[in-house]
């Protein structure tokens, strides 16, 4: 042996000498395999649940506005949704949530089949949340100034086939509401457990 080298023994820990060490290291990494396995199972779940919120979304808005839109009575007593600003409000906000979720849809199906987004984005989880915030306050917001005034028409001059359509629009408006709001909470969760993908 070369002067000033000391001969050391085996090295023992928490498991046993350096053969015996692998057995540990071996266990550690099975567990970080088994935790990255749960997470990406939780991630698929939550995706899946995620879009099936935003196809909730996209069939209750285009019903809302489809209906809305088709509010329009014939006569002299005829009227037209496009009269009032509440429901033209309550038609443009529909038509937006429609084309968000259409599109998150679409993004969340793509990247379940190929586990690659549309658009991939540094700021993707802040997008998607606070979208998902606003348009449910937007839709909120349209479907209760809606209601009111449908609940103004019909103290006054009583139901009719018109207000019947348009209370239909509203009910469905508040659907989509609730689908943005479960939708929010997921991407809620998403941006605080984002990974690096």
């Not at 259409?102 to 969340?108: E, I, P, S, V």
């Not at 100034?145 to 609940?151: E, L, P």
Request: hydrophobic share 45%; with cysteine.
């Amino acid at each position: 042996m070369a002067p000033g080298v000391t001969k050391v023994g085996p090295v023992r820990g928490g498991g046993g000498d350096v053969e015996g060490g692998e057995v540990g290291g071996e266990r550690r990494s099975r567990a970080a395999v088994e935790s990255i396995l749960e997470r990406s199972q939780r991630d698929v779940m939550m995706n899946r649940v995620a879009l099936g919120f935003r196809v909730c979304a996209v069939i209750f808005c285009l019903i809302s506005f489809s209906v809305m839109a088709a509010d329009k009575t014939q006569g002299w007593t005829g009227d037209s949704f496009d009269r009032y600003k509440e429901y033209r409000y309550l038609v443009a906000v529909n038509v937006i949530g429609f084309a968000y979720a259409g599109f998150q849809a679409f993004d969340l199906a793509l990247s379940l089949a190929t586990g690659k987004h549309f658009l991939s984005y540094h700021m993707r989880y802040h997008f998607n949340f606070s979208m998902d915030q606003i348009l449910a306050y937007l839709i909120m917001s349209a479907s209760s100034s809606s209601a009111t005034r449908v609940d103004d028409w019909a103290s006054n001059w009583g139901k009719d086939a018109f207000t019947e359509m348009a209370s239909a629009s509203i009910a469905l408006s508040f659907l989509a509401f609730i689908a943005f709001a479960f939708s929010s909470i997921i991407s809620g969760y998403s941006l605080c457990n984002r990974t690096s993908s």
